[in-house]
């Protein structure tokens, strides 16, 4: 949407959303081997007991942060493990303190539990080779069929990959092979009468419908989108998991008095964390830090928490009255949302969503004012009160637009290239370079993973910033041929202001403005010139100076600068950081980074009402209002009503001589939208007397506008 160009103080935040690393070494050790790093990527999901009394460290080394002490002979599951300076570290999933950890124990305290029974899962198409050695490329010694049972003898990391070393017998005849560990489920299976999809019964859990689900969740009677639906349960309700069988959960659930057994895609269920026992057991710390946020936000931060245990919550205090923010962000044109109602198409944002205040809207034509490109519209106090409220998204997401922005080197170009997928970036750029007189090509994935290593800024929210920006298909803005600025362009729409043009007014920023300035790289006569060089400016410009979120760009309620309050906002679209946070959340969900390590900036405000702000209901036009009134006698015009007709003026009056009996009334509507009654055909009083006529404008929301012309009928 907008950019202005201000220099600031710097300021800048640390986050760290720690990534996998790939290992280096191999050693070996039960038939296994491991590769030197302090954190692991590939997963396996493995049983363990701990043989003494040890530490749960946040990575693989003594000088880590500890969570806790897990107990001799407590049970463990094996996500992975690496080396550290020689010491053999496994990556364990255990309950510390009453609260399930993901954290680095020594391997010296763990123990395997050997012969371990699993089935081919649903992740295999047809069949699974089981390999003579744990490599791709050796010998297959059979093929086996999803389903099939496995007793584990052995686990092996190869290329960062593990292998399960497994003993099966298929056709009466008993192997011992390779498979690799992503096909193989550990657990009891029970039989689904469908040979292709397995169900693996796990130890029974507690679940909810989560945040993803936009209305009800169906429970179906068989792990397929085409089987018949038993129950829809809204958000929130508790299930009992009972299994798996592929992307599905066989679960059974209580509600409206009624119980059923049956099938929710996994995607829409948060499994619950367990509870110790020991009611006395609380995380203290996480307690104290919420004393700094409002009593409205705590729940929904503490099953966060619970969810995400990684997260750390920071509370922005802007000491500022709510009531005073939403008027100043309120002002017309600082906030627009799109919107095809006013063009006479029923989609996007509804009438009820725009504002109808002066420079918004005319009353007197039912016109609203664009306020970019053909179809954003100033929105109105409500709608914007909406998006401002950090309460309406502290959910696993919503939340991503409180994120702070940092680079590090756990963003990589894997991850990128996931985000990029399906967009006009997927691929390589092919261009001429009129700066430098030659032809460049490159990937869009390496631009982005340059930008955010030369602008210390994550590359994947820059990527989501552009496709907020220009669309997955790409705009004028960067294409090099639109006319006039053919070979430049501006992939963040840097200083595309609102208004006529604003593509043009961006290219011309994007080539250096009327000065022909150079800074930022300008100008950008190639996708990955305007790609780092903007994404620089975003670092200088932004992040520096405080507004370190996808919220605080859209939102300036906490500058370093107290003169820029409210100004100096990115983006004029109300929506921004509600639409690029779930972008941004998606990437990571694909990236498997969900659970790692962020830190999330969340505005506080003074004087917030006491429950989460809501959208206005979707409703029609509002417009009321008539464009004329007009009296006849007979075919005839009867004149000097007065005042003279206005479209908020509402009452009238005029004579008539005394032989007029009757009046036609006639009139019509500002709006197309509006209907209109008490017109026609009026039989008048007496002479002497006067005839009160009310004519009515109701609009298509409902509201009604009485307009009343007195009609009195002379003596002569």
Request: with cysteine.
């Amino acid at each position: 949407m907008k950019y202005n160009i201000q220099n600031y103080l710097k300021w800048r935040v640390m986050r760290t959303c720690v990534f996998m690393l790939l290992f280096t070494f191999l050693v070996s050790a039960m038939g296994m081997t491991a590769q030197a790093a302090t954190s692991c990527k590939s997963k396996i999901s493995y049983p363990g007991t701990t043989t003494s009394a040890v530490n749960m460290r946040k990575k693989a080394g003594t000088n880590y942060k500890s969570y806790g002490m897990l107990k001799k002979g407590q049970s463990v599951t094996i996500l992975g493990w690496c080396k550290n300076k020689g010491v053999k570290w496994y990556k364990c999933k255990a309950k510390v303190n009453g609260k399930n950890k993901t954290g680095y124990v020594s391997a010296a305290y763990v123990k395997q539990q050997s012969k371990q029974v699993g089935y081919v899962n649903a992740k295999v198409t047809s069949t699974l080779n089981v390999r003579k050695s744990a490599k791709s490329s050796a010998k297959v010694l059979v093929k086996i069929p999803v389903g099939t049972k496995v007793t584990i003898v052995g686990i092996t990391l190869k290329s960062s990959n593990y292998w399960y070393k497994v003993k099966v017998t298929y056709n009466k005849k008993t192997r011992t092979g390779y498979v690799s560990s992503k096909y193989i489920t550990l657990g009891t299976q029970t039989n689904t009468g469908n040979s292709n999809t397995p169900e693996v019964t796990p130890k029974e859990q507690k679940g909810y419908v989560n945040e993803k689900v936009t209305s009800t969740l169906n429970v179906r009677k068989e792990a397929s989108t085409q089987s018949v639906i038993l129950m829809s349960i809204p958000k929130k309700t508790e299930v009992t998991i009972l299994g798996t069988s592929g992307t599905w959960y066989k679960v059974t659930v209580t509600y409206n008095s009624k119980t059923v057994t049956g099938y929710v895609a996994k995607e829409y269920i948060t499994i619950k964390e367990e509870t110790s026992n020991d009611t006395s057991v609380i995380d203290q710390s996480f307690e104290v830090l919420l004393t700094n946020f409002p009593e409205s936000y705590k729940a929904s931060l503490r099953t966060l928490h619970n969810d995400y245990p990684n997260w750390k919550f920071v509370a922005v205090n802007t000491n500022l009255d709510w009531a005073t923010v939403i008027a100043n962000e309120s002002v017309v044109g600082r906030n627009v949302i799109q919107s095809n109602y006013p063009r006479g198409t029923s989609t996007l944002a509804p009438f009820s969503y725009l504002s109808t205040e002066a420079g918004a809207y005319d009353w007197s034509t039912d016109k609203y004012v664009v306020k970019d490109g053909s179809n954003w519209y100033s929105a109105n106090s409500q709608v914007i009160s909406y998006y401002m409220d950090p309460r309406n998204f502290l959910n696993s997401t919503d939340i991503f637009q409180f994120e702070g922005w940092v680079y590090d080197d756990s963003q990589n170009a894997t991850s990128v290239q996931n985000i990029l997928k399906n967009t006009f970036m997927s691929g390589d750029y092919n261009v001429y370079d009129s700066a430098d007189k030659k032809n460049v090509k490159g990937s869009y994935k390496q631009a982005f993973m340059d930008a955010g290593k030369k602008a210390t800024t994550n590359p994947y929210v820059l990527i989501t910033r552009v496709i907020q920006e220009v669309g997955d298909k790409g705009s004028n803005a960067t294409s090099g041929t639109y006319k006039g600025y053919e070979g430049i362009y501006n992939f963040y729409n840097i200083g595309a202001f609102d208004g006529t043009n604003a593509v043009a007014k961006g290219l011309q920023w994007a080539k250096g403005g009327a000065s022909n300035e150079t800074t930022f790289g300008r100008p950008w006569t190639t996708p990955y010139k305007s790609i780092v060089g903007g994404a620089q400016y975003i670092e200088q410009k932004y992040i520096n100076v405080g507004q370190n979120t996808l919220y605080f760009q859209k939102f300036n309620v906490k500058p370093t600068d107290s003169s820029q309050l409210y100004i100096h906002q990115y983006m004029t679209n109300v929506q921004a950081p509600y639409s690029e946070g779930r972008r941004t959340r998606n990437a990571y969900n694909t990236a498997g980074i969900l659970s790692d390590a962020m830190v999330f900036y969340i505005p506080v405000y003074n004087n917030m009402p006491a429950a989460a702000c809501q959208l206005p209901a979707a409703t029609g036009n509002p417009n009321p209002y008539l464009s004329s009134i007009k009296l006849y006698n007979g075919e005839t015009e009867i004149t000097g009503m007065t005042p003279t007709f206005a479209y908020n003026q509402f009452e009238y009056s005029v004579v008539v001589p005394a032989n007029v009996a009757a009046v036609t009334v006639k009139a019509s509507a500002v709006s197309k939208y509006t209907t209109v009654t008490g017109t026609g055909t009026i039989t008048l009083k007496d002479a002497g007397q006067t005839t009160t006529i009310q004519v009515v404008g109701t609009a298509q929301n409902g509201t009604k506008q009485i307009y009343t012309i007195n009609v009195t009928r002379n003596t002569q």
